[in-house]
């Protein structure tokens, strides 16, 4: 079975976001697969990181 590619993309001005059939583990070593897309905070604003809750919106990211 070949394996589908992982693309990751810096969204200017926004999250980034992963996208493909990949596992992930955060910080507290909780693991999940994830089979589309995810959104990852560079803001440090979300109240739900390590996602991206759009919070980046009102705070702005610094290119
Ligand atoms: S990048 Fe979206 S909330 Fe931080």
Do not use: Q, W
Not at 36 to 59: E, F
């Amino acid at each position: 079975m070949e394996k589908e590619p992982v693309d990751v993309i810096i969204i200017k001005g926004g999250p980034i976001h992963v996208k493909g059939h990949f596992s992930f583990k955060d910080a507290s070593g909780h693991a999940e697969t994830k089979e589309h897309d995810l959104y990852l905070c560079r803001c440090g604003g979300s109240s739900n990181k390590p996602y991206c809750d759009g919070t980046h919106r009102k705070i702005g990211i610094k290119e």
